[in-house]
């Protein structure tokens, strides 16, 4: 049995929204686990609740990841415009926050590590979550632009890190509102982030396991 450390994380209450979906996912993960892994492998998930400070996010995810030693990280965000998930593609080293984040700072136009490269792609394999996204009606798209706020800052940072990693694999998703009314409004269930959770975790693990092919890993 081969064992997977998954490490998923969310932000604390923010912005007012009741239900934010970045904290429940996170947390319901790691309280029920993955229920359908890649035959031969274990799944231990730990999650962990962020600050939305551009300075302590990513210190606080890393204490994590520090501890745990997973081979898998996916954070996770919350995008109130969206419709449905969006898969980020990629992190780019900007901050211009339009508000101040929870410590009160509001950085405008700087870059997040001035040493480090423009930008970074996902290490999630995106094409095959879109796969299963879509075989379980699953609405998502794939995103360029995690925005250029305290998510794609953390976002920026972990793979920043990962960069320097060799078994590691990571990637930001952004959730919408939770609207389980399945109208016409903007936003999905609950239980639909959670099986989406579930799908990324599983995919992950795949992907991680897969010889290495030679190829560019285009997402
Ligand atoms: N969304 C904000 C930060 C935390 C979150 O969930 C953003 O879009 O950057």
Redesign the pocket.
Known sequence: MEQFEVVIS??DP??GVEI?P?REVPMMLQRTGIPDTPAGTSVRVTSVMLP?SFAK?WPTLYDVINTVHPQIIIA?????RNRGIALERCATNIIDADKPDADNVQPRRVPITPSSPAAYWTGLPLRDILDTFAAQNIPATLSSD?????????FYRLLDWTAAQSRVVSGFL??PMVNEKRDNALGIPLGQMVQAAQDVVCASIEYCRRPPSGEMHMV
């Open positions: 969310g932000f923010y912005d934010n970045s939305m996010a996770t965000g919350l995008k109130r995690a925005g250029t706020y305290v998510c794609n800052s953390l952004s959730f």
